[in-house]
């Protein structure tokens, strides 16, 4: 049996509204995307949703909209994919990397210790004094995971810094608010909470994206920088209600989503909570038989704080009990058909941190510790019973022949 790593749940109502895209004349932003950002917004409860062309588009503008310049800080997780980092550096501004918890998610005290660093001119892993302004953190819910909010936020809060969510893994997933004890979405806590619907998310869109806020002035900023720095209106110039003129008010960027790809999206989101108990389901299966080999760790999971989406099911290895490394062991699965992934090496580690701005091995204990021993396990709501019960199957068989 052949299981890929990932397979898109797509059903005849995105193609029929695909199709209907292409008949319609209309391809690029229009009623479609504004529909699919009126239905994200209400879905999540936010006043704003502002879709666009990935979550990397989304992160970029939302750094943009709080004002970030050159020089100034934005403290990140080194536990993360590219585009969290990188979009800070499109600004000519500083990632401030931070370690994670065992989670996986950005670490409360780590956070403090480093801003209280930078505040008190102290050096922090791979940056010396003086410092530039301290501007935005970017918590990352990895896999879908809900970070420590109530924590983040209030370290934000005490510091005077803004909070920009990569909430790329996670929608839908959710926290207990610790006031109310409601269950809040992830990516709403904060002051823009940013989206990913590339075509492996918990929805897609192919490639796509949304930022959201409560923050009427912030969403027309990303608003516009979305397509060119045009006026609000410019998407509608070529409507009957619309007008031809329109005015460049900044310097913007090409980051509009199509309504081809909101077509998709309007009927994956109908979705999404369906999807969501899918993978649920699935990690409880693969939890439930690998809690009983002591060389296999299933991800945490608390379900009376956190709600997970289960974008990643990712399983650590422990070393120590197995006469193979992490390599094999994927490799092993692979020869029978199971594809799995590796979310993913710190950034610190990636050559282009370590040259700019001499970060290595050492600075980040905990990032660099669990990542060795991590395997991301297929978790898509196509998966057939047959596949799940295959995976299951074939991750104990390799594990029990290589135990010490």
Request: proline letters at 5%.
């Amino acid at each position: 049996m052949k299981i890929p790593y990932f397979r898109a749940a797509l059903s005849d109502a995105e193609i029929a509204e695909v199709t209907d895209t292409l008949r319609s004349g209309w391809l690029t932003t229009g009623p479609k995307v504004k529909r699919f950002e009126s239905l994200f917004a209400e879905t999540v409860g936010v006043r704003h949703a502002i879709a666009v062309n990935s979550c990397t588009a989304a992160l970029h503008l939302a750094l943009e909209a709080v004002g970030l310049k050159q020089n100034d800080l934005v403290v990140v997780p080194t536990m993360t994919f590219a585009a969290t980092a990188e979009v800070v550096r499109y600004f000519d501004a500083t990632s401030v990397f931070v370690d994670c918890s065992y989670d996986f998610n950005m670490d409360p005290d780590y956070l403090e210790t480093t801003i209280l660093n930078v505040r008190n001119s102290k050096p922090v892993a791979g940056l010396k004094p003086p410092y530039g302004r301290l501007k935005a953190i970017i918590p990352m819910h990895y896999g879908g995971y809900c970070c420590d909010m109530h924590a983040i936020n209030q370290i934000a809060a005490n510091h005077g810094v803004d909070i920009i969510e990569d909430a790329a893994h996670a929608f839908p997933a959710y926290f207990r608010s610790n006031i109310t004890n409601d269950w809040v979405h992830a990516g709403t806590s904060s002051r823009i909470g940013c989206f990913s619907f590339y075509a492996n998310k918990c929805i897609t869109t192919g490639e796509g994206g949304m930022a959201v806020t409560d923050d009427e002035q912030i969403a027309e900023r990303i608003r516009i920088m979305s397509l060119h720095g045009m006026n609000n209106d410019a998407w509608k110039r070529f409507t009957a209600q619309g007008s031809w003129y329109y005015e460049i008010v900044a310097p913007g960027f090409k980051y509009n989503m199509t309504d081809i790809a909101a077509a998709i999206g309007l009927h994956q989101i109908k979705q999404a909570e369906e999807f969501r108990i899918s993978r649920q389901k699935i990690a409880e299966r693969y939890t439930e038989r690998f809690k009983q080999l002591s060389a296999l760790e299933p991800p945490p999971n608390d379900p009376q704080t956190r709600i997970h989406s289960w974008h990643l099911y990712a399983l650590r290895l422990n070393l120590d009990q197995l006469t193979i490394d992490r390599a094999v062991f994927i490799e092993k699965l692979k020869e029978r058909g199971v594809s799995c992934s590796v979310h993913w090496m710190p950034l610190h580690l990636h050559p282009y941190y370590r040259q700019t701005f001499g970060l290595g091995e050492g600075m980040f204990p905990i990032a660099e510790r669990e990542w060795r021993r991590l395997v991301s396990l297929p978790i898509y709501p196509s998966m057939t019973e047959d596949e799940i019960d295959y995976v299951i199957e074939v991750v104990q068989d390799v594990t029990e022949r290589f135990s010490k």
